[in-house]
């Protein structure tokens, strides 16, 4: 699964040593053990006398396992107080040992956590009462089809097909259906400019620029969320980067061939089909991070031609970036670097399962006993799919990303150089705007808020419900959304994001009003839209939208 043996042996062999010379540590486990033992031979007592007796210990606010009534009843209430106790004490067991390293504290605290997840009672068919009652009630049909559902799923990964139901949604089709067409193309990116809405839209153009890790119609989705469509309806012109899917012809492209044969390929065309303006540039997470340094580098060269900087879910300081950090050491590293160096790329399925496993009990567990215990399909919905449509990093670009970004966090601290010459974020002279979501394991919002740091800049900052994709996918009229916002302005001082999240008024409803009237009063006048590429040379239209690169698989 991609996890560096040497990791997990060196972490473990921190804790025993550790634990092995901390008397008082072991003294104040052997204490908990028997408190633990004791609170759940009482609650075992008293819940049989009396059923309503309150739990002597309840899940975490974000663990969903044991809510139904079901698991309330004796004995069911004693297996999963049990369960819970096991693990509260594990937590304990793994934490504050005096001398061990607070990553492999925090590393064997997560490996311990997905073991036990895999341990938990919610996970078998006798010891969660939902799946113990189905089975009695349907006579096992619910594991007969869950068994069809498993048989059908293996089939479909083995011969790499999108999971069940995900082929309803055909790229062109019924997603990815903004009409535009694509105007520039290199080995690296095509360009696609949509086509606008109205005879006069604002005059600086939108160059948004998705993650190279996922497939840029994510924002372009079903026609009720697409933010590009949103975006055309309200007067913008827009341009998209879709990334070539690589294979092991690109194993040698570099984070500089993306800058370079990307961002500013993309930029270049952009300014010659709309000549004589500004072009506000958007990135979306590690497309984000792309940004920001072509950014910097533009402002080294004295390169004026962004009006505005949007960041979505992107990271430029990787100090604080969240569990994504727990895979990121020199043995993880050259770990990854050894089993790519064949292929000359990381495979769909490797980069799929670490982000799922730091949502183990939602992405993992959860399917598992819905499908295959209980039996039932769910409707696979358009971020679904789009979210099974997965794409490759060739070998070069993502051992430097994990390097020099994650591991030795070279761009915050001024040294990640551009044809040799060290670039800094506060180059990035031109207003932001930056968007984090309350529960991102990607890019934490904590780690996104960074941005306050550079006094150099305004910057306006919105904190959305929601994680990394359904957060940014928010359009206006989806129930439940909520959002804040508020602008610094250069040289205000700095706000801590605690204190932020807690004076900043919450607001009902999506954010992209608020990014389109921001969009809107950083541009100037209307202007007749412009033609869709340029009538002869480099920028002609090549074919429609959404072009040939998203749909390589």
């Given at each position: 699964m991609g996890l560096s043996p040497a990791v997990l042996g060196a972490q473990t062999f921190d804790w025993l040593v550790h634990l092995a010379i901390s008397p008082g540590k072991q003294m104040q486990l052997a204490e908990n053990w028997g408190s633990t033992?004791?609170?759940?031979?009482?609650?075992?007592?008293?819940?049989?006398?009396?059923?309503?007796?309150?739990?002597?210990?309840?899940?975490?606010?974000?663990?969903?396992?044991?809510?139904?009534?079901?698991?309330?009843?004796?004995?069911?209430?004693?297996?999963?107080?049990?369960?819970?106790?096991?693990?509260?004490?594990?937590?304990?067991?793994?934490?504050?040992?005096?001398?061990?390293?607070?990553?492999?504290?925090?590393?064997?605290?997560?490996?311990?956590?997905?073991?036990?997840?895999m341990a938990s009672p919610s996970n078998y068919v006798w010891t969660n009462p939902d799946v113990a009652q189905a089975t009695m009630t349907s006579g096992g049909s619910n594991l007969a089809q869950g068994l069809k559902n498993l048989l059908e799923d293996w089939g479909r990964a083995v011969a790499g097909r999108p999971p069940a139901g995900a082929d309803r949604f055909v790229v062109g089709?019924?997603?990815?259906?903004?009409?535009?067409?694509?105007?520039?193309?290199?080995?690296?990116?095509?360009?696609i400019q949509y086509s606008p809405a109205s005879d006069e839209v604002h005059a600086e153009p939108i160059l948004i620029v998705p993650a190279w890790i996922m497939k840029y119609y994510i924002l372009d989705l079903s026609p009720q969320n697409s933010l590009v469509k949103?975006?055309?309806?309200?007067?913008?012109?827009?341009?998209?980067?879709?990334?070539?899917?690589?294979?092991?012809?690109?194993?040698?492209?570099?984070?500089?061939?993306?800058?370079?044969?990307?961002?500013?390929?993309?930029?270049?065309?952009?300014?010659?089909?709309?000549?004589?303006?500004?072009?506000?540039?958007a990135g979306y997470c590690l497309g984000g991070t792309l940004l920001v340094i072509t950014a910097g580098a533009m402002g080294l060269q004295n390169d004026d031609r962004f009006a505005s900087v949007t960041l979505f879910a992107a990271q430029a300081d990787f100090s604080e970036a969240g569990e994504l950090m727990l895979f990121v050491n020199e043995s993880e590293i050259s770990y990854l670097e050894n089993m790519m160096w064949e292929r000359g790329y990381l495979d769909t399925y490797q980069m799929a399962g670490a982000f799922q496993i730091l949502r183990s009990n939602d992405l993992v567990w959860s399917r598992y006993v819905g499908e295959y215990l209980l039996g039932r399909r769910p409707e696979i919905n358009d971020l679904m799919a789009w979210n099974a449509d997965a794409t490759r990093m060739p070998y070069k670009m993502h051992s430097e990303y994990?390097?020099?970004?994650?591991?030795?966090?070279?761009?915050?601290?001024?040294?990640?150089?551009?044809?040799?010459?060290?670039?800094?974020?506060?180059?990035?002279?031109?207003?932001r705007f930056c968007v984090g979501t309350i529960t991102d394991h990607v890019a934490p919002w904590r780690s996104v808020y960074k941005a306050h740091l550079d006094p150099t800049s305004e910057i306006t900052f919105v904190l959305t419900s929601g994680g990394h994709n359904a957060g940014i996918v928010s359009e206006p009229g989806r129930r439940g959304r909520t959002y804040q916002i508020r602008t610094k302005r250069e040289d205000d001082l700095y706000v801590d994001p605690d204190t932020w999240?807690?004076?900043?008024?919450?607001?009902?409803?999506?954010?992209?009003?608020?990014?389109?009237?921001?969009?809107?009063?950083?541009?100037t006048e209307k202007a007749a839209a412009p033609t869709m590429g340029?009538?002869?040379?480099?920028?002609?239209?090549?074919?429609?939208?959404?072009?040939?690169?998203v749909k390589e698989r």
């Open positions: 033992v004791s609170r759940l031979a009482m609650y075992a007592a008293q819940s049989l006398v009396d059923p309503s007796t309150p739990p002597s210990i309840t899940p975490l606010p974000q663990d969903r396992r044991f809510r139904s009534e079901a698991w309330q009843r004796w004995p069911y209430s004693l297996i999963h107080q049990s369960f819970l106790l096991t693990q509260q004490w594990w937590h304990n067991a793994t934490s504050d040992v005096d001398g061990m390293s607070q990553r492999h504290q925090n590393s064997l605290s997560f490996t311990v956590r997905q073991l036990l997840d089709t019924n997603v990815a259906t903004t009409p535009g067409k694509v105007v520039f193309q290199n080995r690296l990116i095509e360009l949103y975006l055309v309806d309200n007067g913008h012109t827009v341009f998209m980067i879709s990334w070539k899917n690589p294979t092991s012809a690109d194993r040698d492209l570099g984070m500089d061939d993306y800058r370079h044969l990307g961002v500013m390929a993309a930029l270049d065309a952009v300014t010659a089909i709309v000549p004589g303006r500004k072009v506000h540039a994990l390097r020099r970004l994650f591991l030795q966090n070279d761009l915050a601290s001024g040294r990640f150089e551009v044809n040799g010459r060290p670039l800094w974020i506060s180059n990035v002279r031109v207003p999240r807690r004076e900043t008024p919450v607001c009902e409803g999506s954010w992209w009003p608020e990014w389109q009237k921001w969009l809107a009063r950083h541009s340029t009538p002869k040379g480099q920028y002609r239209i090549i074919r429609d939208a959404p072009g040939a690169y």
